[in-house]
């Protein structure tokens, strides 16, 4: 098998993953005369631990084109402001890790160096007071940001909740309607030329054969072609991670929804509660050295708002990823590349990066060594940066109540997390590394959260004088409560531009 132009593009899995992938290729790559084939089977279920987003996935679905409260009716979705953390940093703790960001910058130095001197000096207004996302989640409130609506709305992020299966086929949806093909049927064998070791074609049910170019691995933990044909190792997390199982349950919905996400921690894992316009989304991560299935399921069925409409649904997990996400003609995206749990809501997110950098990336012949090695790189460098992130909750908590949260507390964990504890920790130091997720803002908003905020300020902060700094301050405390009490509520917000359609299948797109 010579060198090959890449012609043919077969994703092999459906779910949020696959048809994910599909869109995106229909929208981007097949316009230039690419062919994208997706196969799955109705038998194979899909794994779907959580409906909770991050703000990017907007920016994934205006690229696409996809009318925004189209996506909401079609696929049940409320907003998301941020996501309520309880019972982490100690029991009866509560904190709120918001999108958008803290206040304003002052004199081209870094609000928070200001509010971390002024509460040195005894001022009781917490980051709370500074983030529009924030008094907007406590308060039920809701209001897309648009150009006109000022400097402090300007500030808010949002994402949503949706339902993942809606959304999933939302998708399909959208991509069959510019030219991908589904194709239903199971993997049953795979083959590779005898020469490169290239996957040349996929053989389903037994009897049809499905030729490709490139091959899109979406078969979940599974790893049907990453593992099962080129072997990409598992890089195991779980010595930092040590979660490995999950509960899921749907419940009837017992009010107006708000707009975040709640992680309450438990004795040996947290529970999620992710509020949809239908139904709310729970689910309990756990790690089984500390607790058995029942009694997670115990945990979950005993803490719910309304009544389950589901019946539990038990999953196992391996934290980590492939050492390899590229290997061969073969590029491994959502579950089958690697899981983080799903604690700062990041599982869609890590997909849509895989999606976006093979896109940056696509190869021009299937001999694509520098395309691979890059992707590599760089979706690696994607999960660790996650993965320290994750780390901080457990690590940053004073809970000594069960060996689980002994475990974490006194574990090591990795320098490069290290690092940051101690920048952040000591004056409030920050550093964003090779475009990494999660900035300053949600550093600050777990540090301080959970205890281990700032205890100095940088020397630049003393620049304004304490009357200054006083009043500066409460100006934006007091602009942050006006904008947050003229906005609509969540329910009155969805109630006129995105109410939810009866035909789960009305697609809006241009």
């Given at each position: 098998?010579?060198?090959?132009?890449?012609?043919?593009?077969?994703?092999?899995?459906?779910?949020?993953?696959?048809?994910?992938?599909?869109?995106?290729?229909?929208?981007?790559?097949?316009?230039?005369?690419?062919s994208?084939t997706?196969?799955?089977?109705?038998?194979?279920?899909?794994?779907?631990?959580?409906?909770?987003?991050?703000?990017?996935?907007?920016?994934?679905?205006?690229?696409?084109?996809?009318?925004?409260?189209?996506?909401m009716?079609?696929?049940?979705?409320?907003?998301k402001l941020?996501?309520?953390?309880?019972d982490?940093?100690?029991?009866g703790d509560?904190y709120?890790?918001?999108?958008g960001?803290?206040?304003?910058?002052?004199?081209g130095?870094?609000?928070?160096?200001?509010?971390a001197r002024?509460?040195?000096?005894?001022?009781?207004?917490g980051?709370?007071?500074?983030?529009?996302n924030t008094?907007?989640a406590?308060?039920?409130?809701?209001?897309?940001?648009e150009p006109d609506?000022?400097?402090?709305?300007?500030?808010l992020?949002?994402?949503?909740h949706?339902?993942a299966?809606l959304?999933?086929?939302?998708?399909?949806?959208?991509?069959?309607?510019r030219?991908?093909?589904?194709?239903?049927?199971?993997?049953?064998n795979?083959?590779?030329d005898?020469?490169t070791?290239?996957?040349?074609?996929?053989?389903l049910?037994?009897e049809?054969?499905l030729?490709g170019?490139?091959?899109?691995d979406c078969?979940?933990?599974?790893?049907?072609?990453?593992?099962?044909?080129?072997?990409?190792?598992?890089?195991?997390?779980?010595?930092?991670l040590?979660?490995?199982r999950?509960?899921?349950?749907?419940?009837?919905?017992n009010?107006?929804?708000?707009?975040?996400?709640?992680?309450?921690a438990?004795?040996?894992g947290?529970?999620?509660r992710?509020?949809?316009?239908?139904?709310?989304?729970?689910?309990?991560?756990?790690c089984?050295e500390y607790?058995s299935?029942?009694?997670?399921?115990?945990?979950?069925?005993?803490?719910?708002?309304g009544?389950p409409?589901?019946?539990?649904?038990?999953?196992?997990?391996?934290?980590?990823h492939?050492?390899e996400?590229?290997?061969g003609?073969?590029?491994?995206?959502?579950?089958?590349?690697?899981?983080?749990?799903?604690?700062?809501?990041?599982?869609?997110?890590?997909?849509q990066?895989?999606?976006?950098?093979l896109i940056a990336?696509?190869?021009?012949?299937?001999?694509?060594?520098v395309?691979?090695?890059?992707y590599?790189?760089?979706?690696?460098?994607?999960?660790?940066?996650v993965?320290?992130?994750?780390i901080?909750?457990?690590?940053?908590?004073?809970?000594?109540?069960?060996?689980?949260?002994?475990?974490?507390?006194?574990?090591?964990?990795?320098d490069?997390?290290?690092r940051?504890m101690?920048?952040?920790k000591?004056q409030?130091?920050?550093?964003?590394?090779?475009?990494?997720l999660?900035?300053?803002?949600?550093?600050?908003?777990?540090?301080?959260?959970?205890?281990?905020?700032?205890?100095?300020?940088s020397?630049?902060?003393n620049?304004?004088?304490?009357?200054?700094?006083?009043?500066?301050?409460a100006?934006?405390r007091?602009?942050?409560?006006?904008?947050?009490k003229?906005?609509?509520s969540?329910?009155?917000?969805?109630?006129?531009f995105?109410?939810?359609?009866?035909?789960?299948m009305?697609?809006g797109?241009?």
């Open positions: 098998m010579s060198v090959r132009p890449i012609r043919r593009v077969v994703i092999a899995g459906g779910g949020t993953a696959g048809w994910m992938t599909a869109a995106a290729l229909s929208r981007m790559v097949a316009p230039a005369g690419l994208v997706l196969v799955e089977s109705e038998a194979i279920g899909t794994v779907g631990v959580g409906e909770a987003t991050i703000p990017p996935i907007a920016t994934f679905n205006a690229q696409l084109g996809i009318d925004e409260h189209d996506f009716r079609t696929t049940q979705a409320t907003y941020g996501i309520e953390f309880v982490w940093g100690a029991i509560r709120f890790h918001p999108f960001r803290y206040g304003f910058d002052l004199e130095v870094d609000f928070h160096q200001y509010w002024s509460k040195a000096g005894g001022d009781a207004h980051l709370a007071d500074y983030s529009i008094l907007a406590y308060a039920g409130k809701f209001l897309r940001p609506h000022g400097p402090v709305i300007g500030q992020g949002y994402a949503f949706f339902d299966s959304y999933a086929a939302f998708l399909r949806n959208y991509a069959e309607k030219g991908v093909t589904r194709i239903e049927g199971k993997i049953s795979v083959s590779r005898s020469e070791g290239l996957i040349t074609s996929l053989l049910d037994g049809r054969e030729e170019d490139l091959f899109i078969t979940g933990f599974r790893g049907l072609l990453i593992d099962g044909v080129f072997g990409s190792v598992h890089v195991d997390w779980a010595h930092w040590p979660c490995n999950a509960v899921a349950v749907a419940c009837e919905k009010s107006d929804p708000v707009p975040y996400t709640r992680s309450t438990r004795s040996a947290w529970q999620w992710i509020p949809l316009q239908h139904r709310t989304g729970n689910g309990h991560v756990y089984d607790m299935a029942e009694q997670a399921e115990e945990i979950l069925l005993s803490n719910l708002d009544e409409v589901s019946a539990p649904n038990h999953l196992r997990f391996r934290t980590g492939r050492r996400f590229w290997s003609n073969c590029v491994a995206i959502g579950l089958s590349s690697g899981f983080l749990e799903p604690l700062e809501s990041t599982s869609i997110h890590l997909i990066m895989g999606i976006a950098k990336l696509f190869p021009e012949t299937n001999d694509a060594a395309e691979r090695a890059e590599n790189r760089l979706m690696t460098d994607d999960f660790l940066h993965r320290d992130f994750l901080l909750h457990y690590k940053a908590t004073a809970r000594n109540d069960g060996p689980f949260w002994d475990y974490v507390r006194e574990m090591e964990i990795p490069s997390l290290m940051k101690d920048l952040l000591s409030g130091r920050f550093f964003k590394y090779d475009a990494e999660f900035d300053i803002t949600s550093w600050l908003a777990v540090a301080e959260g959970q205890g281990w905020g700032p205890q100095g300020h020397p630049i902060a620049g304004l004088s304490a009357d200054n700094l006083s009043q500066s301050l100006n934006m007091g602009a942050y409560a006006k904008a947050t003229a906005m609509p969540h329910q009155a917000y969805i109630d006129r995105c109410e939810a359609k009866t035909d789960p009305g697609v797109v241009s």
